[in-house]
């Protein structure tokens, strides 16, 4: 049976990437004529129809310095070679894992930095007391969304420019900001309302929230569900295909191999379900979680309200209570249910790892591949393993997340800073887990030949069936009885069948050990597995709140 027509209809196309380009920069090419014609780095898209933007002293020092620096140093530091990558992810697994990079990258980073930012701003615009900052017009308000909107790597690499003079990247989005918005009279009059009251964290944490639910809702969540749904259709297929089962590694009472499967499909959809149900908390109090220079500001706006107002107005939930940083609770209990679903996934892939040695499933092989550099017979499980490394990798990296992150030194310290930005590290090693196991069951073929065999060959595990009704039917140490017959010995359908016959009790119970094989010893398994998709309502497609 060919299992790969369940995962083979899933759409494999490679995602276009914000980034997929700067993998054509070669460094033999980066002479000064050649620079020049990345415009991106001299020039910028005009939204609204406004004018480029020249950098007005008025500013800061920092920014005019920004302007002379060469814009060949900035293509050197970008520039990504997937020979030269310190991390696989962004070498030799970029195109599995690339459609995480909006989100999770340092170009994510900067652009929800920019989204917090100018949703401050126009937040501050509709606080009546704040009459510094009048509501804006339609015009201005759109002319702020188009920078969001059409924010790209011009914007990214801007913002990356300047912070090579400031030495702080939120800083450096701040001065961004006010340099693009000179050109436009009204928003002009309010630069300095960009990143007002805030503390870095205020900024930081709810990017960071931003990137984890888009990143999760847009990219971990669907390709888990391609995972479940996967094992969900192996399970229906196979309900009916008996398998001896191995406890201890010896052969124990049959099941099915719909059902087997059925167990990770509802083991992962479980965990999947609690996942998405995490809610994921953002803060905006300031410096210490107390909104002390927003009150000396303007002491009669109720500021509390106001934060949670703009928090939940981001699709995050608010926090009340925090120090200068939002204290990565929710972090935590996230990515350990991620790790639980990523061992859940390595029980499954040492499991078909362990079927497929034992010959109960074949791998469709591919014209040109090669098993082994010495051994040319070999079709190796590599999918599988690849999927139980990468969630170990997966798993180091989110274990010291989720114990780290929920830690920090009195109302603050900055180890969380350079941790955080390992979190697509983690999941981007679970989504090239996720993957890989998907690679591998579509070259799954159940092997029933190999199956049947081991069935035919263990007669023995009839003996549990027997004992027990032996009990119902009152015969005397009926365990000690089967023991004697099958522990060590050699046990065959006809040594079986004569201990049945010589049984005393009723001919209708006789009749029915008589019948069973097996084959046909294996309970409720294929109705567990038929029944899988009216108890699986958690695959429902549910995002992270």
């Not at 920004?66 to 060949?72: C, E, I, L």
């Not at 928090?311 to 972090?331: A, C, K, R, W």
């Not at 890989?436 to 549990?464: H, P, R, Y």
Request: charged share 25%; proline share 4%; hydrophobic share 40%.
């Amino acid at each position: 049976m060919d299992l790969g027509v369940a995962v083979r209809s899933f759409n494999t196309k490679t995602t276009t990437s914000y980034f997929s380009h700067l993998h054509h920069i070669k460094p033999d090419n980066l002479n000064s004529n050649r620079v020049a014609s990345y415009a991106f780095l001299h020039s910028r898209r005009n939204p609204m129809g406004r004018a480029s933007v020249k950098v007005n002293n008025s500013i800061t020092d920092s920014v005019s310095k920004v302007n002379s620096m060469d814009a060949h140093d900035y293509v050197l530091d970008l520039e990504l070679s997937s020979l030269a990558a310190l991390c696989p992810l962004d070498g030799r697994y970029w195109f599995k894992v690339k459609d995480l990079a909006p989100f999770m990258s340092e170009f994510g980073l900067i652009k929800y930095r920019v989204v917090v930012e100018i949703k401050w701003l126009l937040k501050l615009s509709q606080i009546d007391e704040v009459s510094e900052v009048p509501k804006f017009s339609k015009e201005a308000e759109s002319y702020l969304q188009n920078l969001i909107d059409q924010f790209n790597l011009d914007d990214a690499l801007e913002v990356k420019k300047i912070e090579k003079v400031t030495n702080h990247d939120v800083k450096a989005v701040e001065y961004f900001l006010k340099q693009i918005c000179q050109s436009h009279p009204e928003i002009n009059k309010v630069l300095e309302f960009f990143h007002f009251a805030c503390t870095s964290e205020d900024i930081n944490n709810l990017a960071h929230a931003l990137m984890l639910k888009d990143s999760l809702n847009k990219v971990i969540l669907p390709s888990m569900d391609k995972l479940i749904r996967a094992l969900c259709d192996i399970a229906t297929a196979t309900a009916s295909i008996s398998m001896l089962s191995r406890t201890h590694g010896q052969p124990a009472s049959p099941t099915t191999l719909g059902k087997e499967m059925a167990v990770f499909a509802y083991r992962l959809s479980r965990e999947r379900e609690i996942l998405s149900q995490i809610e994921i908390l953002g803060k905006f109090a300031g410096a210490v979680g107390n909104y002390n220079a927003h009150l000396v500001a303007y002491p009669e706006v109720n500021w509390p309200q106001v934060a949670e107002e703009f928090v939940t107005s981001l699709g995050i939930s608010f926090n009340p209570y925090v120090t200068q940083i939002e204290s990565h609770d929710y972090m935590a209990r996230l990515f350990n249910s991620i790790m639980l679903f990523n061992n859940i996934l390595v029980d499954f892939d040492r499991d078909i790892w362990g079927y497929i040695s034992l010959g109960y499933f074949k791998q469709i092989t591919k014209a040109g591949e090669i098993g082994s550099s010495t051994m040319p017979h070999k079709v190796n499980p590599i999918d599988f393993e690849n999927s139980e490394g990468n969630c170990g990798i997966a798993n180091g990296g989110l274990s010291h997340l989720s114990t780290k992150l929920p830690i920090s030194r009195m109302q603050r310290d900055l180890t969380d800073s350079t941790v955080l930005r390992n979190m697509g590290v983690g999941l981007g090693h679970s989504l090239l887990a996720y993957k890989s196991a998907l690679q591998g069951i579509a070259k799954l073929q159940v092997n029933e030949a190999s199956l049947n065999t081991d069935l035919n060959q263990t007669w023995e595990v009839l003996a549990e069936p027997i004992q027990t009704v032996m009990r119902r039917c009152g015969v005397p140490e009926p365990y000690e009885k089967l023991k004697e017959l099958t522990r060590g010995r050699a046990v065959t359908r006809e040594s079986i069948r004569e201990f049945i016959e010589r049984l005393d009790i009723p001919t209708d119970a006789k009749k029915g050990l008589l019948d069973l094989t097996p084959h046909t010893y294996t309970g409720e398994a294929e109705e567990l597995a038929k029944k899988l998709n009216l108890v699986r309502s958690s695959v429902n497609g549910a995002s992270l709140s």
